[in-house]
Nanobody
Framework: QVQLVESGGGLVQAGGSLRLSCAAS????????MGWFRQAPGKAREFVAY?????????GYAASVAGRFTISRDSAKNTMYLQMNNLKPEDTAVYYC???????????????WGQGTQVTVSS
């Protein structure tokens, strides 16, 4: 079982930036994938982005964040990042780190989860 710990959330004004981190432990990641989901108050949890842990990494983004958010990884640290630029009030949510055996598992929300970190964007 993989353990996931998110950090980096906070309070920012619209147009600002944050970088979220997710530290993973408990297994190796040579054949693995990770991603980010978010859940706004009163809304369902939604997919944000994914990144593969294979040598030839691939990434994908939800349309709502494409062009503003960038997902990346540091394999040596078993850590995934989400650089969030030009934040909007609608980005306000609890952001969750996810991990699984492949990108399909991650995108479908069927893998492991962290406890989340709060991102609040004021207008």
């Amino acid at each position: 079982q993989v353990q996931l710990v998110e950090s980096g959330g906070g309070l920012v004004q619209a147009g600002g930036s944050l970088r979220l981190s997710c530290a993973a432990s408990g297994r190796t990641f040579s054949n693995y994938a990770m991603g980010w989901f978010r859940q706004a108050p009163g809304k369902a949890r939604e997919f944000v982005a994914y990144i593969s842990w294979s040598g030839g990494a691939s990434t994908g983004y939800a349309a709502s964040v494409a062009g503003r958010f960038t997902i990346s990884r540091d394999s040596a640290k078993n850590t995934m990042y989400l650089q969030m630029n030009n934040l909007k009030p609608e980005d306000t949510a609890v952001y969750y780190c996810a991990a699984g055996d492949n990108t399909g598992v991650v995108v479908q929300g069927l893998g492991s989860w962290g406890q989340g970190t709060q991102v609040t964007v004021s207008s």
